[in-house]
C-alpha cells in the first residue's frame, strides 16, 4: 500500500513563494516511480497536471507554471517537491503527487490560497 502525503500549502499574497513536499510511504519507494507529477484542482475545476518529473530528471510543466514552478525530487527521502514562487490569485487550489503513468489513491493534497 502506498501513501502519498502531502504538506507545505499556506496563504500567501500575491507575488509571494510557497514550497509544496509529498512523501510517498509504503511497500513502493520513489525509486519505483518513473515520473512523479504535482496536480491541482481548483473549487469547480477539473484536476490538472501542473508538472512532472521522471526518474532522470526531465520535468515538464503547465504553460501556465513555467518559470515561477519548479519541481525536483530527492529518492533517499521519497520526497518530491514543488518550488512555487510569483504566485498568482489563479494558482489557488489544493495540490496533490502521484504517479503519472501508475497512479495511486489520492492522498488528502495541501491548500495553497493565494489572496492580498
Known amino acids: 500500500q502506498v501513501q502519498l502525503v502531502e504538506s507545505g500549502g499556506a496563504l500567501v499574497k500575491p507575488g509571494g513563494s510557497l514550497t509544496l513536499s509529498c512523501v510517498v510511504n509504503?511497500?513502493?519507494?520513489?525509486?519505483?516511480?518513473?515520473?512523479a507529477g504535482w496536480y491541482r484542482q481548483a473549487p469547480g475545476k477539473q484536476r490538472e497536471l501542473v508538472a512532472r518529473?521522471?526518474?532522470?530528471?526531465?520535468?515538464e510543466y503547465l504553460e501556465s507554471v513555467k518559470g515561477r514552478f519548479t519541481i525536483s525530487r530527492d529518492n533517499a527521502k521519497n520526497t518530491v517537491y514543488l518550488q512555487m514562487d510569483s504566485l498568482k490569485p489563479e494558482d489557488m487550489a489544493t495540490y496533490y503527487c502521484n504517479s503519472v503513468y501508475s497512479p495511486r489513491p489520492w492522498g488528502l493534497g495541501t491548500q495553497v490560497t493565494v489572496s492580498s
Open positions: 518529473i521522471t526518474s532522470d530528471r526531465v520535468t
Open positions: 509504503g511497500t513502493r519507494t520513489l525509486y519505483g516511480i518513473y515520473a
